[in-house]
């Protein structure tokens, strides 16, 4: 195992989180091996209908942010199993709604496959460990100043443009 080999499987965990929060279905897509699986609270079964189903479920969200902590990679030739400690906040419209506005600590447990594209999941248990409803606690902005979006006028999608131009694509 080399050290590429770790960073590579941690960076495709964070590209994961970066999709899922930007509602990037492709960049989602892109992180899973062709026959890719994965296990979250409220669907199992293979990565092109886990994403169908996220196309559905994050849009009732105003947005998530997935924050990473906790990673080790164990890497066994072509394979590799990681789990990765988070937290992802959710938050939503009412902001009195439990389902809408939560945090929960979770750990993703992978099983990575060495493809000609890079490291892929072929198996992931989204594994919640604790949910927490933030119904109520939302607060409004203290002052003017950039804001997230879930589209191309993000500061992310907008600096990535501006830098990698063509290149900034997923």
């Known amino acids: 195992m080399t050290d590429a080999d770790r960073r590579d499987i941690h960076d495709t965990v964070l590209r994961y989180c970066r999709a899922v ?6 960049g989602i897509r892109a992180v899973y091996a062709e026959d890719g699986v994965d296990h979250h609270t409220g ?13 559905e479920v994050l849009p009732r969200l105003d947005g998530t942010m997935h924050v990473i902590g906790n990673h080790l990679a164990e890497v066994a030739g072509d ?9 992802a906040v959710h ?22 496959v060495r493809t000609p594209a890079g ?3 072929r198996e992931r248990y989204a594994v919640r460990e604790w949910t927490r409803s933030d119904a109520g606690r939302l607060l409004a902005p203290e ?22 131009g063509d290149r900034a694509v997923g």
């Open 21 to 26: 929060d930007r509602l990037d279905y492709a």
């Open 91 to 112: 938050w939503g419209t009412p902001s009195s709604d439990a389902r809408r506005n939560f945090t929960t600590g979770f750990r993703y447990v992978d099983h990575f």
């Open 43 to 55: 669907f199992s079964g293979p990565a092109d209908d886990y994403v169908a189903w996220l196309r």
């Open 79 to 87: 394979e590799a199993v990681a789990e990765t400690y988070g937290t």
């Open 143 to 164: 002052g003017a100043g950039p804001r997230g979006s879930r589209d191309g006028s993000d500061p992310l999608a907008v600096v990535r443009q501006a830098v990698l």
């Open 119 to 121: 490291w892929r999941i």
